[in-house]
Each structure stands twice: as C-alpha cells, then as structure tokens.
C-alpha cells in the first residue's frame, strides 16, 4: 500500500498526521503538489513537484495510484477517478470517499458549479476545525488498521 496525498489544498495540521501516520505504520506517503512541498526526512516520506497546471497533480496521482493504495484530497473527480482503479480515497475532513457514495458527490459537485455558473453565491466549505481534524485521524488509523498487512 502506498498513500497518496492531494497537497496543494492539504491543510498543514492533516499533512503532520500523514508523516506520523507513515513513521508509526511504515507506509510510503507521497505527497504530490504544483509547489515544492517539504517533508520531515523518513525512509517513509517523499514530496514530488509537478509542473503548474489544471489537474496537472491530480492527473500525477491517478497515473501513479494502483490498486489498494490511498489517495488524501478533497478533489471529488480525483477519488472518482482512483476508486476507478480500485484505490481508496478519503478527504480531509475525514469522509471516505466510495463506488456507493461517489455519483452523489458528483452530481452534487456538478450542481453546485452549475449554480455558481449561474450567479448565485454558494460560499465555501466550513472553516476547517478541530472536529475535522480528529475525525480524519480517526478514520485514517481505521483504515490503516483494516487494509495494512
């Protein structure tokens, strides 16, 4: 298993949990990102710098994904496009993105740039909180403990 993180919009404090997740489970954790993003030297952690570009880091990781690996982002054509290849994809906040849940996500991405498109002022995501913080560790060590062999 190999996990792949999202990292241009990856909060920070998801990020440290990602390199403690890696040492404590010896898992390869790339972080794939338009900008040079640093990690804490590890046997386990490696950065790797895509050229600018719509999609250009998105499109970086499904080449790269194979099956059973984890990808970290809130990108929900990115999950579509890994669970595709038989990966997982959960996002920062801790949602684990699924074949089952995964047309709905669509539809409603769809809907809302549609709306957005259209005028009307759909604001953002809730402020990232300490909520979501705990609950993306929770999920992650469940993950980790259910498909690590």
Known sequence: MHIWVDAD???GVIK??????AERWQITTTL???QLIRVPPSAWLRSVQVPGGFDVADNEIVARVQAGDLVIT?????AAAVIEKAA?????????YTVENMAERLRMRDFMATLRDSGVQTGGPAAFSQADRQAFANQLDRFLQKHKH
Do not use: S
């Open 88 to 96: 997982h994809a959960i996002n920062p906040r801790g949602e684990i």
């Open 16 to 21: 440290e949990i990602l390199f403690r997740a």
């Open 9 to 11: 919009a990856c909060p």
């Open 74 to 78: 809130a990108d929900i054509p990115l």
């Open 32 to 34: 794939v990102a338009n």
